[in-house]
């Protein structure tokens, strides 16, 4: 991998992923010696006042100043020992020397062989007067719990990638090729901060066709071939962002390829990518291309690109043709877009991280 640690790489992709997320947060970590900062995010630096450089390698207890004997501190410690998430209120001090109320939820993370890889701590704010807008402990809670749970999806998703790219032999594109799935998966981030529309009134929906072709155009504009030309057709599609996260690196991995592999040779050539909403929740995602056309048993053959597909098939629980000609290749994925029935529709999430953790989920990648 290009002479790069895979922990180093486990990070770096995954401060991609979280530098858009929009709530304060820490990532530690717990395999270096006192659990120290390895990243936070802006939205960290806006709410404590202090700088990523000034925190980065020391441990969280800093925020505490003076007023270290808080019962809530012995709640935390306990937890993080235990590798478990909590949830605490502690007094805080910004940089300025200002107190505030911090409400803090840590979450350990675990890859797929239940490793610890990360703890990451969301964190907000806790007004003595809550506007109106709701920002009581609980609400602020279930906007937490939902961006950990989020997050913590993409991480070991993440994690998944690293040790796969890892165990396979792609040589010095190994990197680059990574980057490309990680940003597919941070590319979500951008639907979930965009005003809640009254077709997706729910937290964790995102529009899909919206993501689809966000991915779509990125990973064109990547390539950069002029003479390629890649056409996009999507519905909004509404869905939770799990599967919407496993649709967006299987179309990741398919336009990648599409660009890669079928106009070898050529000059020129068309991509279509349309994500359409059949009769009821029927979705159907299709890329095709005007190139040298490929086998038909992809991807039960292929490479590394294809066990990832493979393996967010059976998670997204799609099914995958592929029809091939000299004309060129269509590649089409079918599956239902059911949103999630414990989600209420008045905008409260019901099923929270504490109940994830505790049936041990863990989004699993092929080969693994
Ligand atoms: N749209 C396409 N047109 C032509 N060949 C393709 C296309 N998509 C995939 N392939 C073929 O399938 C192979 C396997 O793809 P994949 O499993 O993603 O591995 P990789 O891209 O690393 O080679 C490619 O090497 C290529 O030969
Ligand atoms: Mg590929």
Known sequence: MDGIKGEDIYFRVGEAILAN?????????????????VY??????????????????????FLQGDDVDQEEIRVLSD??????????????TRADGKPFRNRLMISPVFDANGDLHAFVGL???VLSTPPRDGHSVTAIDDRIAEMQHRMKNHLQMVASLVRMQ???DEGSHGYDLLSRRINALSLLYD???????????????VSAGGYVSRVASTVGALDGRRDIRISIDVDPVYMRSEPAAQLGLITSEILSNTLQHAFVGREEGMISVSLKQGGGDRVRLSVSDDGIGMSEDWPKTGNLGARIVSGLVRQLGAELK??????????????????????EGDGTRVVSDAEGARSGETPRLPGE
Not at 191 to 202: D, Y
Not at 322 to 343: H, I
């Open 123 to 125: 964190q907000s704010e």
């Open 191 to 205: 639907e979930f901060s965009r005003p809640p529309q009254a077709q997706a009134p729910r937290y964790d929906v």
């Open 322 to 343: 592929v029809a091939s000609g000299s004309g060129g290749s269509v590649v089409l994925l079918d599956f239902d877009s059911v949103l999630d029935t414990s989600l």
């Open 40 to 61: 936070v995010n802006g939205a960290f630096e806006r709410l404590t006042g202090y700088s990523a450089s000034a925190v980065v390698g020391r441990n969280c207890r």
């Open 79 to 92: 937890a993080i020992a235990a590798r478990e998430p909590v949830t605490v209120t502690l007094r805080n």
């Open 166 to 168: 890892s165990h396979a």
């Open 21 to 37: 997320v929009p709530l304060s947060m820490v990532l530690t970590d717990p395999n270096q010696v006192d659990n120290p900062i």
